[in-house]
């Protein structure tokens, strides 16, 4: 079975512009989580959904970012405009056995903002 | 912050020992999980201690969970030069579905 999908891998943009990262959770899974991972801040939770709902967003760090689950088989993590300083790794995982089950990571969409 | 600190934050051992990281955290949780990842890779799930259990063994992993001092710790015995890797635990907070890593413990195995 595919794991969790998660694209661009690599992504390379200019300060200003707007960067879109997608994720494809596991078939069957009812949650679904956007991280964060710097070499400063280590790994940040910025946003989970539940059944496609945001139910917690209080760590997506400022106004530039936002998050979308259409349906229960893709997200978007939006960043507009970007900063040099959104440059990370950003992870997507997604879980199903119940409310707090061993969660399953993407390999990660690396992000730099020059 | 309610991320939990890890210790050490690096560790370098031979093949063949055993390593020992460790782990705590601020509020009471439901479980507490272990990952593990390699460079450039995501995350992988290795073992979950729910907050009524106080040890849990999968393989050469073994798992201790203090409530009362809120902490646990990561045991790999008989290590090996593939176990190199950055080790984080997870905790899961009560009545959330909030999942809350640590800074994690890079370790490496030398052959």
């Known amino acids: 079975d595919a794991g969790v999908i998660q694209s661009p891998r690599h992504e390379v943009t200019e300060m200003g512009q707007e960067v879109t990262l997608r994720c494809k959770p596991i078939s069957g899974h009812n949650s679904l989580f956007w991280y964060r991972q710097t070499m400063m801040r280590g790994l940040e939770l910025l946003i989970y959904?539940?059944?496609?709902?945001?139910?917690?967003d209080s760590g997506m760090p400022e106004d530039r970012f936002s998050a979308k689950m259409p349906n229960a088989s893709f997200s978007t993590l939006k960043i507009q405009p970007s900063e040099p300083r959104d440059s990370a790794v950003y992870f997507c995982?997604?879980?199903?056995?119940?409310?707090?089950?061993?969660?399953?990571f993407g390999e990660g969409s690396r992000l730099t903002v020059l | 912050s309610q991320q939990g600190e890890e210790d050490p934050q690096a560790l370098s051992i031979q093949e063949g020992e055993n390593a020992t990281m460790n782990c705590s955290y601020k509020?009471?949780?439901?479980?507490l999980q272990w990952y593990r990842q390699n460079s450039g890779r995501g995350l992988v799930h290795l073992i979950l201690i729910r907050s009524n259990e106080r040890e849990k063994h999968s393989g050469r992993l073994r798992v201790t969970l203090d409530t009362s001092k809120k902490s646990s710790s990561l045991l790999i015995t008989a290590s090996r030069a593939a176990d190199t890797a950055s080790y984080f635990c997870?905790?899961?907070?009560?009545?959330?579905?909030?999942?809350?890593f640590g800074t994690g413990t890079r370790l490496k195995v030398l052959a």
């Open positions: 997870a905790t899961v907070f009560l009545g959330t579905y909030k999942y809350i």
């Open positions: 509020t009471s949780i439901n479980n």
């Open positions: 995982a997604s879980s199903g056995t119940g409310v707090t089950g061993e969660l399953f």
């Open positions: 959904f539940n059944n496609n709902v945001p139910i917690d």
